[in-house]
């Protein structure tokens, strides 16, 4: 069976997911709601409809063609009510403009894999491949293991970013067509964590430490808050955490706002407006601090 599953968008030539150059498959859903998210669009499995407001020409063909009227009229704009579409999207195709658009379309495995092996001899030569983002895979956990499967009956190497809070049942499903995980730290303290996302971590620590023991390669990966995690307590947490597991690769991904205009689309406040930067002098330090418990660190600095 060609299994088919709903993804937001297929990024190519990625150089910051994994290895070498890569593929990424971003798939809908996701069990957080991180405060600092820069993709809200994901969080839902169905579609979406976003409204660019730059775009709007104000001609109203959105407003009249809506068959559930949750489209009107505002001063600056147009109003979705969410709870009234039925993601029909009659909405979009009528939008010249381009002012409303889909986020998230089904796509099947072979689909997708006929896009990704466009590129097999990039991957080959850089010693890159695949990765599923999201969202969170785990959150269409059959989608995601047909798709690695696939790809490595071509022969291409696999990953995943995830923020570890899944069933391990899930997890298992992947495993024996996974090379690298890609796993979230967002924060160590669990109440504090429950704050910031909506969940706590006991299970997602859980899962860490079974990929660690089920061979698989991990690389953690902290986004970086300011007031929530970009401070020494935390990060020394994170080292001797790493260390007792013997995690030897981490990433900092410092804050950065690339994705407001998305929540201005979904009709989403941005809760973190006011927040500042990771200064580079506070990256260098992070840097130090888990250097110290003998990892390995990559900045990935978007600002």
Not at 151 to 175: F, M, P, Q, S, V
Not at 247 to 258: C, D, E, V
């Amino acid at each position: 069976m060609d299994r088919v599953g709903t993804i937001f968008n297929i990024q190519r030539f990625s150089v910051q997911d994994g290895p070498g150059i890569r593929t990424l498959v971003f798939l809908k859903g996701c069990p957080l709601t991180c405060l600092w998210c820069c993709n809200p669009e994901s969080r839902g499995v169905k579609p979406d409809v976003l409204f660019r407001k730059m775009k709007c020409l104000g001609c109203d063909r959105c407003v009249g063609n809506c068959p559930k009227g949750a489209i009107r009229s505002v001063e600056g704009g147009r109003v979705i009510d969410r709870e009234k579409c039925d993601l029909c999207m009659e909405c979009v195709r009528k939008c010249y403009a381009g002012a409303l658009e889909t986020a998230g379309e089904e796509k099947s495995v072979t689909e997708i894999v006929e896009e990704v092996l466009k590129d097999w001899q990039f991957y080959g030569n850089s010693g890159g491949g695949v990765t599923l983002s999201g969202g969170e895979p785990l959150m269409q956990p059959e989608f995601a293991a047909d798709i690695l499967r696939e790809c490595k009956r071509n022969g291409i190497h696999t990953a995943i970013e995830t923020c570890g809070y899944a069933r391990w049942e899930d997890y298992e499903k992947l495993l024996g067509w996974l090379d690298l995980v890609l796993f979230d730290l967002k924060q160590m303290d669990s109440k504090m964590h429950r704050k910031v996302t909506g969940v706590p971590n006991e299970r997602i620590l859980e899962n860490l430490e079974k990929l660690v023991r089920a061979g698989k390669q991990v690389i953690v990966r902290l986004p970086l808050i300011p007031g929530i995690n970009a401070h020494r307590e935390h990060i020394e947490k994170v080292g001797r955490f790493c260390q007792e597991l013997s995690i030897a690769q981490a990433h900092l991904l410092p804050y950065h706002k690339l994705g407001v205009q998305k929540y201005e689309a979904l009709g989403i406040a941005y809760p973190l407006e006011e927040l500042g930067a990771v200064s580079d002098e506070e990256l260098e330090e992070f840097r130090r601090i888990l250097e110290g418990y003998g990892i390995t660190v990559t900045i990935y600095n978007h600002s």
